[in-house]
């Protein structure tokens, strides 16, 4: 019989959010994944499915049963006639690429970030940029689905298409997704280009630079003109980093962290500070050149809270501009860190952000104070040395005394920065409004403040995915708080 835990705390990547499930499984086996179901049917129990816990969101949580699907993430077949390789779907993006660079294979897009899971790119619609690449979820050629009642359904353009049309941006409510099939190119090394402009100069060019670089993206710095402009293309050169630790991390964490800090009491100095680490660190041209996963990924030094909207992609110019000026008319408000510009294809998913249109992701990102440290003590915790990939083990690091199993334990862990939070709401609903008014869509996995009457009007084939999703699971089992605002 599977073992679940009691008395297991989640928290996600940022620390946003968190919940304490009821309980706790990490199953190995379909066999393992369809006895918690059972369970939860007979106690009328609600499942939610986590994979990296990266959402900035409350999208992964639960007070019910928690699935973590860790222990479920192996590569099950890779075909290198067709370049389509099957996963389970707990496989994070990190172990995947590796194993998919032993076949010269590769993912032709992907996100910031490599510590999510294959099942958790497609429950959020994780995307990244380049205008003649739809987001990574459109990779999926098949995937096999376990619903409420037990049953196994595979999913392709040629079975189950209806549910497949669903499944790919799936926000964890269709049921446990088992297995992905994704569609793979050859290995391929990126050179990236970062350089200097202004919001004028990007906006006013916006079409030449995305037919100039494949995977072109830009950084807006708030309170101020500046742009960094970023180019990401194929190329042959040698590996090479521009990476340097007394900039990147000396200045570009430590010291933004401390004058941060600092603006939490003085806010006026945000804007400062953002012109200043322009001019210290985005003023030169800088190159890098890697295999692909590696210039496409990078380390996001903060934890954050963030808001990301894919408006259609004409309406670029007006929304940064309308966001430019409400925070030059509102000098109170304050935006921390570059609002990251980016553009995708648009696709067919019933809830992709992209759905039936190129897009423009607008992510706007405030600081979150990591803030002392103070010991806690957990009654259970589950922990598992042997994967070293541990969502419990990762998320309480770091920890005093602690040994595989449960029991009690002394944990360290951070609180709010000096018993305040830092005022965002007013640039956060500034921001929303401005998205709404040009037909935005949220990224799933990121905070937003809609419900049911806006997807209805966002998404042409809401009520289709609705009434999918009333079929495949009519007691609610995967639906969770976040769920509800979006469903009812
Ligand atoms: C530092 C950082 C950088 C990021 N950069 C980007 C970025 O560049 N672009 C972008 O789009 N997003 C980005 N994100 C957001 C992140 O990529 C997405 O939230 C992604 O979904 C996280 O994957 P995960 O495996 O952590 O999923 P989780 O957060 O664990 O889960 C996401 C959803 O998928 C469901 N789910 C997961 N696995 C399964 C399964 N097997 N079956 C059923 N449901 C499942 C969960 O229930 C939940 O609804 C970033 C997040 C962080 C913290």
Redesign the pocket.
């Known amino acids: 019989q599977v073992h679940g835990y009691k008395g297991v705390k989640f928290q996600?990547?940022?620390r946003t959010y968190g919940c304490c499930p009821e309980m706790y499984y990490q199953p190995t086996s379909v066999e393992e994944v369809r006895e918690v179901l059972a369970l939860a049917r007979q106690q009328n129990k609600r499942v939610?499915?986590?994979?990296?816990?990266?959402?900035?969101?409350d999208?992964?949580c639960t007070d019910g049963f928690m699935?973590h699907?860790g222990k479920?993430n192996r590569v099950l077949q890779v075909d290198t006639e067709k370049k389509q390789v099957t996963v389970e779907?707990?496989i994070?993006l990190s172990d995947l690429h590796p194993q998919l660079g032993k076949h010269g294979l590769a993912l032709s897009n992907l996100?910031?970030?490599s510590?999510?899971?294959?099942?958790?790119?497609?429950?959020?619609?994780?995307?990244?940029t380049g205008i003649k690449h739809g987001?990574p979820p459109t990779l999926v050629v098949a995937l096999t689905l376990l619903t409420a009642d037990g049953t196994i359904l595979e999913c392709s353009e040629s079975s189950n298409a209806e549910v497949f049309q669903a499944a790919r941006v799936?926000?964890?409510?269709?049921?446990?997704?088992?297995t992905i099939t994704l569609q793979c190119v050859p290995q391929f090394h990126l050179q990236e280009i970062s350089f200097p402009s202004t919001l004028d100069e990007v906006l006013d060019n916006l079409d030449s630079h995305l037919k100039k670089s494949e995977y072109f993206r830009f950084l807006w710095f708030p309170h101020s003109e500046n742009v960094s402009v970023i180019y990401q293309d194929h190329t042959n050169k040698p590996p090479s980093s521009s990476a340097n630790w007394f900039w990147d991390y000396a200045i570009g964490f430590y010291l933004l962290e401390f004058l941060l800090w600092i603006s939490s009491f003085l806010p006026g100095l945000v804007g400062w500070i953002n012109r200043f680490f322009f001019w210290l660190l985005f003023t030169r041209k800088r190159e890098s050149s890697n295999l692909s996963h590696e210039i496409f990924t990078y380390e996001?030094r903060f934890k954050?809270h963030?808001q990301?909207w894919a408006i259609p992609r004409e309406k670029t110019k007006e929304a940064l501009l309308e966001l430019k000026a409400v925070l030059e008319t509102h000098p109170k408000m304050v935006a921390h860190f570059p609002v990251e510009v980016?553009f995708t294809r648009g696709d067919d998913i019933l809830l992709s952000p992209c759905f039936q249109r190129d897009s423009c992701?607008m992510?706007i990102i405030m600081y979150r104070e990591g803030g002392p440290w103070v010991a806690q003590s957990v009654k259970h915790l589950t922990l598992d040395f042997g994967s070293g990939r541990d969502l419990m083990v990762r998320e309480f690091e770091p920890c005093v005394g602690l040994r595989a199993g449960t029991g009690p334990y002394l944990l360290l862990l951070p609180t709010r920065p000096y018993g305040k939070d830092i005022p965002r709401l007013d640039y956060w609903l500034a921001y929303e409004t401005i998205m709404k008014k040009v037909g935005g869509r949220p990224?799933?996995?990121?905070a937003h403040n809609c419900t049911r009457k806006d997807f209805e009007k966002m998404y042409p084939a809401f009520t289709k995915f609705c009434a999918i999703r009333e079929k495949l699971d009519p007691t609610g089992m995967?639906l969770n708080a976040?769920?509800e605002k979006v469903f009812y």
């Open positions: 996600n990547w940022a939610k499915v986590v994979g990296g816990g990266h959402s900035p969101s999208i992964a699935i699907m479920m779907a707990g994070l996100g910031a970030v510590d999510v899971t294959a099942g958790g790119v497609i429950g959020s619609g994780t995307h990244n987001i799936h926000l964890g409510c269709l049921g446990v997704i088992l996001c954050q963030v990301d980016r992701y992510n990224h799933w996995a990121k995967f976040y769920l």
